[in-house]
């Protein structure tokens, strides 16, 4: 399939850790008010945006990652005038419950059957070791989401969906300071638990007429500069935009200095950290990147092009 380049792109952050009501709106960050939405958003441990890009002839959309639960994404997406019958897609970044937790209810709620994106290392178990123990594991449950209407199309390669939407592929890991994150497991075929390296994780490309690469990650385990060498190297152009989690809450604070260093010298003209991002990262964030920063919101809508 043809990847197209968009002239319009939105993208409504449906589901994430944070909500403020009173955050301003800027040129390309539309905030939701007290009274503009039907019903007071949820915000919680999740990530969830539906992403629309057009061109003069067609429009596509995309649901990106499912929340953490089904009562915050449906809840969200009833708020803001969104139908679960209009999502075209889903594209998952990541095998992790706090982005697919939600696809389940979604699924019921649409009863149609619906093309879902992801690589083939998703469905594996995975599990976080903490200093209380194991959390987890969970499991892309796919035998149940099949039963509700979902037909899972896996790559390991970039892939276009719907004309507008590059999905990376892989992601190498280039840099020397992201590294891999020791509390995530994976459980293999084998049975065998070992360090996850995340090589199921990508991100969600789309090209702008006259501006450059829009650049959408889950939780950016690969490290976000490793995801957005990856898009400039299939995408062929700079990148503009930045939106995700990049989970640098648990990095050495050399780590985040270094990703911080290197998302301010992208230039690019919005950088939206998300979800898993965490406070300290996200507030030295706004102190490095001026204008270009925007903090995340329940709600927000981004418009670029």
């Known amino acids: 399939m043809e990847w197209r380049v968009a002239e319009k792109v939105k993208i409504r952050l449906l589901v994430d850790n944070y909500i403020d009501v009173f955050q301003?709106?800027?040129?390309?960050?539309k905030r939701i008010t007290p009274g503009q939405a039907k019903k007071p958003l949820m915000a919680g441990h999740g990530f969830s945006l539906f992403v629309e890009a057009r061109d003069p002839e067609i429009s596509h959309n995309i649901l990106v990652d499912a929340s953490h639960s089904p009562q915050a994404l449906l809840?969200?997406?009833?708020?803001?005038d969104i139908a679960p019958q209009e999502v075209e897609?889903?594209?998952?970044?990541?095998g992790?419950?706090?982005?697919?937790g939600g696809l389940a209810g979604l699924l019921e709620a649409r009863e149609k059957e619906t093309e879902v994106y992801t690589h083939p290392q998703a469905f594996?178990?995975?599990l976080v070791v903490t200093p209380r123990g194991k959390v987890g594991p969970w499991q892309l449950p796919r035998e149940e989401l099949e039963a509700k209407g979902a037909r899972f199309v896996t790559n390991t390669?970039?892939?276009?969906?719907?004309?507008f939407f590059l999905l990376s592929g892989e992601v190498p890991r280039t840099t020397p300071f992201e590294r891999p994150w020791p509390a995530a497991r994976i459980v293999r075929e084998d049975g065998q638990e070992v360090l996850d390296h995340f090589?199921?994780?990508?991100?969600?490309i789309i090209k702008v007429k006259g501006l450059g690469l829009v650049v959408i990650a889950g939780c950016s385990h690969p490290g976000i500069i490793n995801m957005v060498r990856q898009a400039r190297e299939v995408g062929g152009e700079r990148v503009a935009?930045?939106?995700g989690g990049f989970h640098l809450g648990v990095v050495s604070e050399d780590a985040m200095e270094e990703t911080i260093l290197h998302l301010k010298e992208l230039g690019a003209e919005l950088i939206v950290p998300c979800h898993c991002t965490g406070f300290r990262a996200t507030c030295r964030m706004a102190q490095a990147l001026g204008e270009a920063f925007a903090v995340n919101c329940v709600g927000s809508l981004v418009e670029i092009g």
């Open 199 to 204: 090589q199921d994780e990508q991100s969600l």
């Open 96 to 100: 992790h419950v706090d982005h697919f």
């Open 89 to 94: 897609a889903f594209f998952l970044t990541h």
């Open 24 to 29: 301003p709106s800027t040129e390309l960050v």
């Open 157 to 163: 390669q970039p892939t276009v969906v719907n004309h």
């Open 241 to 243: 935009v930045v939106i």
């Open 75 to 80: 809840h969200n997406m009833e708020a803001l």
């Open 124 to 126: 594996l178990p995975k």
